[in-house]
């Protein structure tokens, strides 16, 4: 077993640590939104980019947040996969719709970014069409799942499939690098530290904190309602048997 | 007294595109914690109202 996966084999100390982990993790992305909004609308504008520039503080939040939920789904689903953990299915399931969620959030902040700056709502190149291509497998992943009615081999399949859909990550990421892109060049992980100025670096921060705060949060919520659902299964299944 | 910046609302000509991408912004993180929510409320009632509706089930012998 890997290291630190324990807890996903284990639903009783998960529902233990979930039922009070969910709600402290909701509280402070409420409080990380307030502080990141209220110091996001107190930027000043920037001196290209004039009031759009406020916009990127829920794309990129977002834009993050899309690759790092596939990520999670992605580690969850090889659990599944090999070590069979009894939380791990329920975990990449419970992610996959809040993924999806953030990024056609991106998607579409990143066009009413685009409009202004670019002249386009969108453009086919590298950066964007990676990005819609993540949303497409989210879709997919989600259609697998309800397409099979064994429950197993749905989420074997489905397993599969996010781990295929893993090779578009790196793709999307140094998308900016290796192609000739309308999309601006990495500026925040780069050497030598990030290219923005530190007015907006702290509320871009807070606000991706409080992103990831919140989707702590709904996916502990949605991995409970999945250990429910299965216990309901369950039962329904034993009165019937009754 | 440390400074704290206060919130310009003021974003001009870009309000047609500012203004939607906080809107639909904030729509889709609410529909993300309601529908969390209200999925996790339903499977939790189901669960929960499984042990009671068994025993009854099995001992009455009008059950059907």
């Given at each position: 077993m890997i290291p630190g996966t324990k807890f996903l084999a284990n639903p009783a100390r998960f529902m233990a640590v979930s039922r009070w982990l969910a709600p402290v993790l909701g509280a402070l992305a409420a409080v990380l939104l307030a502080v990141g909004l209220w110091l996001g609308m107190a930027v000043p504008d920037d001196y290209q980019q004039g009031a759009t520039v406020r916009i990127m503080f829920v794309h990129l939040p977002a834009a993050f947040m899309s690759m790092i939920v596939y990520a999670l789904l992605a580690i969850a689903s090889f659990l599944g996969l090999v070590?069979?953990?009894?939380l791990a299915d329920a975990a990449a399931k419970s992610a996959a719709p809040l993924g999806a969620a953030f990024t056609a959030l991106a998607l579409i902040t990143g066009s009413l970014w685009g409009?202004?700056?670019?002249?386009?709502?969108?453009?086919?190149?590298a950066r964007l069409t990676s990005e819609l291509v993540l949303l497409l497998i989210y879709l997919g992943y989600m259609a697998l799942h309800a397409a099979l009615d064994d429950e197993t081999k749905a989420a074997r399949a489905a397993a599969i499939l996010a781990l295929v859909g893993l090779a578009n990550l790196p793709v999307i990421h140094f998308s900016v690098t290796w192609w000739n892109s309308l999309h601006q060049g990495?500026?925040?992980?780069?050497k030598g530290g990030p290219k923005l100025s530190a007015v907006y670096l702290w509320p871009l921060g807070i606000m991706f904190l409080a992103y990831l705060a919140l989707f702590g949060s709904l996916w502990l919520v949605r991995i409970r309602g999945e250990v429910w659902r299965k216990r309901a299964g369950a039962r329904a299944m034993a009165r019937a048997m009754a | 007294m440390s400074h704290i910046p206060l919130p310009n609302l003021e974003v001009g000509r870009y309000a047609a595109f500012v203004w939607p991408a906080y809107a639909l912004s904030a729509l889709a993180l609410l529909w993300m914690l309601a529908d969390s929510l209200l999925r996790a409320r339903r499977w939790r009632r189901e669960a929960e109202a499984g042990p009671q509706a068994a025993p009854v089930a099995s001992t009455d012998p009008t059950a059907q």
């Amino acid at each position: 077993m890997i290291p630190g996966t324990k807890f996903l084999a284990n639903p009783a100390r998960f529902m233990a640590v979930s039922r009070w982990l969910a709600p402290v993790l909701g509280a402070l992305a409420a409080v990380l939104l307030a502080v990141g909004l209220w110091l996001g609308m107190a930027v000043p504008d920037d001196y290209q980019q004039g009031a759009t520039v406020r916009i990127m503080f829920v794309h990129l939040p977002a834009a993050f947040m899309s690759m790092i939920v596939y990520a999670l789904l992605a580690i969850a689903s090889f659990l599944g996969l090999v070590f069979r953990h009894a939380l791990a299915d329920a975990a990449a399931k419970s992610a996959a719709p809040l993924g999806a969620a953030f990024t056609a959030l991106a998607l579409i902040t990143g066009s009413l970014w685009g409009r202004p700056m670019w002249g386009t709502w969108w453009v086919w190149d590298a950066r964007l069409t990676s990005e819609l291509v993540l949303l497409l497998i989210y879709l997919g992943y989600m259609a697998l799942h309800a397409a099979l009615d064994d429950e197993t081999k749905a989420a074997r399949a489905a397993a599969i499939l996010a781990l295929v859909g893993l090779a578009n990550l790196p793709v999307i990421h140094f998308s900016v690098t290796w192609w000739n892109s309308l999309h601006q060049g990495e500026s925040i992980f780069v050497k030598g530290g990030p290219k923005l100025s530190a007015v907006y670096l702290w509320p871009l921060g807070i606000m991706f904190l409080a992103y990831l705060a919140l989707f702590g949060s709904l996916w502990l919520v949605r991995i409970r309602g999945e250990v429910w659902r299965k216990r309901a299964g369950a039962r329904a299944m034993a009165r019937a048997m009754a | 007294m440390s400074h704290i910046p206060l919130p310009n609302l003021e974003v001009g000509r870009y309000a047609a595109f500012v203004w939607p991408a906080y809107a639909l912004s904030a729509l889709a993180l609410l529909w993300m914690l309601a529908d969390s929510l209200l999925r996790a409320r339903r499977w939790r009632r189901e669960a929960e109202a499984g042990p009671q509706a068994a025993p009854v089930a099995s001992t009455d012998p009008t059950a059907q």
